[in-house]
């Protein structure tokens, strides 16, 4: 019962957070017509179509650019990696799922990551460390977080998510560039509304940001609280994260633009707070054995 309210509740989080980045990417669009023309409307309409653009670009490409940053190899039969492989299959059969492509990352740094934006096109993919280094159960479980973020289509949110930020950095600069260049409208506007709009353009690619990694952090809680649910051993995946979490060398392998697809930081940065990829690894550990 507690599962289940957690898994109910990270996701009335998430619909929260997104319905958030939508207005924010609405108004950093009229905010920039508005300092120039002192029109909101069309800005809220140009900022929708380049997010909807933008937005397929990078989903048309994801997962093979993913895998090419992080140096991935397809395991292609499972003649390959046998272990690796049924172990998959089972948890994908168990998710209900299609089988995710997958792929090894050479790298003695126990870590994983999952992308695709469906589940039709999942992808895993796992470092030779962390089969090296963990025990089986302990590997299934981190598996079952990636198959959780796969079912769950975290990989399709986050490609949004960084697709609408890219946008409002977009509108921001186009607007800051006017009022720097000073083509700001100063007639026929009402001058509260005209600071508004200024302060926002300012503010928001920070703003965007933060929902971004703030999204990004629920999505883990999300994955860790249904993996345990697919796999049935939330003390593995937890012994599994605090093992992963305590290692203090990085991913030599991983890419910073695909950071946040990890199971755990693969930068090792300790950031804290707004700014991280992922939340601490102690509240998800405490989180994962309260289950």
């Known amino acids: 019962m507690l599962l289940h309210k957690q898994i109910e509740s990270n996701k009335r989080k998430t619909v929260s957070i997104v319905l958030a980045f939508i207005v924010l990417v609405l108004l950093t669009g009229a905010g920039a017509t508005y300092v120039q023309f002192g029109e909101p409307l069309w800005g809220g309409i140009l900022a929708v179509v380049l997010a909807v653009g933008y937005t397929l670009l990078m989903v048309m490409s994801s997962t093979r650019v993913v895998m090419a940053m992080n140096h991935a190899r397809e395991v292609e039969r499972s003649e390959d990696q046998p272990f690796l492989w049924h172990m998959v299959e089972g948890l994908a059969l168990a998710a209900r799922v299609p089988m995710p492509r997958i792929f090894i990352v050479d790298?003695?740094?126990?870590?994983?990551?999952?992308?695709?934006?469906?589940?039709?096109?999942?992808?895993?993919?796992?470092?030779?460390?962390?089969?090296?280094?963990?025990?089986?159960?302990?590997?299934?479980?981190?598996?079952?977080?990636?198959?959780?973020?796969?079912?769950?289509?975290?990989?399709?949110?986050?490609?949004?998510?960084?697709?609408?930020?890219?946008?409002?950095?977009?509108?921001?600069?186009?607007?800051?560039?006017?009022?720097?260049?000073?083509?700001?409208?100063?007639?026929?506007?009402?001058?509260?509304?005209?600071?508004?709009?200024?302060?926002?353009?300012?503010?928001?690619?920070?703003?965007?940001?933060?929902?971004?990694?703030?999204?990004?952090?629920?999505?883990?809680?999300?994955?860790?609280?249904?993996?345990?649910?697919?796999?049935?051993?939330?003390?593995?995946?937890?012994?599994?994260?605090?093992?992963i979490s305590s290692t203090q060398e990085p991913v030599k392998e991983a890419s910073q633009a695909s950071a946040m697809l990890y199971f755990s930081d693969p930068l090792k940065k300790k950031m804290a707070g707004l700014f991280s990829t992922h939340p601490p690894a102690e509240e998800r550990i405490r989180r994962l054995r309260g289950m």
């Open 107 to 243: 790298d003695s740094i126990p870590n994983a990551f999952a992308t695709g934006i469906s589940p039709e096109k999942g992808a895993v993919a796992v470092t030779t460390g962390l089969m090296d280094r963990l025990g089986r159960e302990e590997v299934e479980a981190v598996l079952a977080h990636e198959m959780a973020h796969i079912k769950n289509y975290d990989i399709r949110l986050s490609t949004v998510a960084l697709a609408l930020v890219s946008v409002i950095a977009i509108m921001s600069d186009f607007g800051t560039n006017i009022l720097l260049g000073g083509r700001g409208r100063d007639k026929g506007v009402h001058p509260v509304v005209y600071m508004l709009a200024v302060v926002l353009l300012l503010v928001s690619p920070l703003l965007a940001t933060l929902i971004r990694l703030a999204i990004s952090r629920n999505r883990e809680y999300l994955a860790d609280a249904s993996g345990a649910e697919l796999c049935r051993n939330p003390y593995a995946l937890a012994s599994a994260l605090e093992k």
